[in-house]
């Protein structure tokens, strides 16, 4: 399967709209526990700022990502960081431990993800990560459908990512050879400092740079969004949060 062409990324717009992925990536470093020494993949490595976290333990990282604009400013930082496909990793069994943040869900080939992910792990590697899980940004998804419909665009219902269930989820790592699978979702409503259009700006302008939408309109559809949302996802002080919904993971390799 192709790469999902509803995932294409702008590194300033994800800095400037996007920092609090990132930033909300500490609990799943505390899960990962990277040890000095130790060689971790990170799949969907983004920008590489959990990256350089991960790095700053003492083990080697490689990252890999879809996005070359993205794998540039990650390979500023000193990171070394691979244009690659993370729907067919090129990897043997030569990592400690695989972490993904925030990534997951973009990656339609989901078997072939982790397929790719058990080949890249020595026995008794560890996977560790979290991804948007079901009812993920559902009523952001539900505004943003209503004023596409409207305008008169094509409204896709399946194709622009995987947000799974518990079952789905460890029904397919289970297949790919895991064992020792724990899977939570966890409502995080989060706070959105460029409020719903920045947010539609960073994570849904691919999808509709995709369908040939032009800039103005996509501000203007962000725009009719966010009215759409103003009673759901704004808050009393005038602020707006997401309806995230995220899905942590932790899994091994048998030996």
């Known amino acids: 399967m192709s790469v999902n062409d509803a995932s294409r990324w702008n590194p300033a717009d994800y800095a400037a709209n996007a920092a609090f992925v990132p930033a909300m990536g500490a609990p799943v470093l505390e899960l990962l526990a ?17 990256t350089k976290k991960i790095i700053a333990t003492g083990a080697e990282v490689i990252g ?15 990171i070394d960081a691979r244009v690659q496909d993370c729907q067919a990793l ?18 339609l080939d989901k078997q072939g993800v982790a397929c790719g992910a058990f080949a890249a792990l020595k026995p008794g590697g560890r996977f560790v990560g979290e991804m948007g899980g079901e009812g993920n940004v559902a009523a952001i998804w539900v505004a943003i459908r209503a004023e596409l419909a409207a305008r008169g665009h094509e409204v896709r219902s399946t194709g622009t990512h995987w947000y799974p269930s518990i079952a789905d989820f460890t029904d397919t790592y289970q297949a ?37 939408i032009s800039e103005s309109e996509q501000s203007a559809i962000a725009e009719g969004a966010e009215r759409r949302l103003e009673g759901r996802l704004r808050q009393s002080d005038g602020s707006w949060i997401a309806d995230y919904v995220r899905l942590r993971f932790s899994m091994r390799k048998p030996t």
Do not use: Y
């Open 90 to 107: 090129a990897f043997g069994p030569d990592f400690d431990a695989a972490f993904s943040n925030a990534a997951l869900h973009w990656m």
């Open 34 to 50: 990277p040890q000095a020494g130790e060689r971790i993949l990170d799949i969907g490595c983004g920008d590489g700022v959990l």
């Open 176 to 212: 790919a050879g895991f064992t020792d699978i724990e899977a939570r979702l966890i409502p995080r409503p989060t706070s959105l400092p460029t409020g719903i259009t920045g947010w539609i700006k960073t994570f849904r302008s691919g999808l509709m740079n995709t369908e040939q």
């Open 64 to 78: 890999v990502d879809a996005s070359p604009e993205m794998v540039a400013t990650a390979r500023a930082k000193g």
